[in-house]
């Protein structure tokens, strides 16, 4: 008898100094997913991250990480920042080109420095994404995972994957993506929105002398437009972008390549062989899209994070800065909070706001682009935020600093 008092002892006083989240799933194996996995492993957590692609193949193409989305990630895994620089590129000046290759104006990029004491930097995804997966146990990785749905009660959280199988959580965090499945199971709210143009993007090794080290180049068409960025090692992205009233994709690779190479038709000899050098299954096609800001994020124990959440359109480059911010504050809500509901309530109050604005001035961005009134525009995007000039609002995206590390 006495043993069995002390037993139920042993177990109340276990039950009363268990942390409230043990185990946490994580849908989604994209930058925001990995980055969280990251995060929430250093508060001790059981994290498992399930992704429905069957191998990290190298894919994906120049990303532009900026101040606010590297002090975020330098919060979650100090020294993270040094190793993205080492892998990808430093941007030191922009380059303005027209569509023949000849370059119009170059301009120093020192603010991000200067300014906001961050750096620039221009990596591959895949690089990046290769970066945060070696911060997790190998173990806690599952491919060929793609999630269909979810129950939860009062317990737990039941996660259905295809082929059948079913895993338990005490947390899960939707970080599929813009095309969400735990997002359309938790609000339901349909598809993404097109924003009228088309997008072709790829890393692809080059020799040619397109963009000398550091230098990051802009080429402005009609109603079309090219990026290019050094990601490191002698790697360079090419993102061509194209206002387009259809969005349907292409039904094979070639054909997909074909379509960049006829709206290069007329462009420059130099721009066109970097498409041509490329080998058609390594671009990717994507409609540019975003979704309505949502209030609400969280139901039970279930949330959404990054593009599942606010995907935004990439005129501001902050679609992963702002996912990396995301991942840092669950966390850090997390570590203060005593349960689950009061964590995801403050990660919403924190996050919603900050990401509802950088969704409606991303939208207005992106008509910049093509517009021929680009000042109308600019006026739109300031009464957006009345109190906030162009500059205040750079601001207060680049100045966001976590106060403190997660550990
Ligand atoms: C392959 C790829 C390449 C990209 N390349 C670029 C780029 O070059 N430049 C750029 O600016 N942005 C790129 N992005 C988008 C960018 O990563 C995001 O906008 C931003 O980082 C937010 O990331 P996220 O983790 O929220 O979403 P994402 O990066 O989209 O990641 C979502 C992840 O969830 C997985 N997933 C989706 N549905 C399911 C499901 N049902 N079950 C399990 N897993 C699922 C996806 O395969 C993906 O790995 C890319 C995204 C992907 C997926």
């Not at 959580?169 to 359309?184: F, H, P, Y």
Request: hydrophobic share 35%; proline share 4%.
């Amino acid at each position: 008898m006495k043993i069995q008092a002390n037993a139920q002892e042993k177990t109340q006083i276990e039950e009363l100094s268990k942390p409230f989240i043990e185990k946490v799933a994580i849908i989604g194996a994209g930058l925001g997913g990995l980055a969280v996995a990251v995060a929430l492993q250093k508060l001790g957590c059981d994290v498992q991250v399930y992704e429905k692609a069957q191998d990290f193949r190298p894919i994906g193409g120049g990303l532009g990480l900026l101040p606010n989305g590297l002090n975020s990630l330098d919060a979650i895994e100090p020294g993270i920042v040094e190793t993205i620089k080492n892998s990808g590129c430093e941007v030191g000046k922009t380059v303005l080109k027209n569509t023949l290759g000849e370059t119009i104006r170059t301009n120093p990029v020192n603010k991000y420095q200067n300014k906001y004491g961050q750096t620039f930097i221009t990596v591959w995804w895949w690089r990046l994404q290769q970066i945060l997966a070696s911060k997790l146990p190998s173990r806690s990785i599952h491919l060929n995972h793609r999630c269909i749905g979810f129950e939860q009660d009062e317990q737990c959280v039941s996660i259905y994957f295809e082929h059948g199988k079913q895993v338990n959580a005490d947390l899960l965090i939707g970080a599929d993506g813009i095309n969400s499945a735990v997002r359309e199971a938790l609000i339901g709210d349909g598809k993404p929105r097109y924003l009228g143009s088309m997008s072709w993007r790829t890393v692809i090794n080059c020799h040619q002398e397109v963009l000398n080290p550091g230098e990051l180049g802009f080429v402005k068409g009609n109603q079309e437009f090219m990026y290019l960025l050094n990601v490191g090692s002698g790697y360079i992205s090419w993102l061509y972008r194209k206002l387009l009233s259809d969005c349907s994709l292409s039904q094979k690779a070639t054909q997909s390549k074909s379509r960049v190479l006829n709206h290069l038709a007329g462009w420059g000899e130099s721009l066109r062989a970097l498409v041509e050098a490329t080998p058609a299954e390594q671009i990717l096609e994507t409609p540019i899209c975003d979704h309505l800001p949502l209030k609400s994020w969280s139901q039970g124990r279930v949330t959404l994070l990054g593009d599942a959440a606010h995907p935004m359109a990439p005129a501001l480059a902050q679609g992963s800065n702002s996912t990396f911010e995301d991942a840092y504050e669950l966390a850090l809500c997390f570590c203060q909070a005593s349960s689950i509901q009061e964590a995801l309530a403050t990660y919403e109050q924190s996050r919603i706001p900050r990401t509802e604005l950088m969704q409606t001035r991303s939208a207005l961005g992106e008509m910049r682009y093509y517009t021929t009134d680009r000042q109308a525009v600019e006026q739109q995007m300031q009464k957006q935020s009345p109190e906030m000039s162009g500059e205040e609002f750079e601001d207060w995206i680049f100045n966001y600093k976590p106060y403190r590390n997660l550990i």
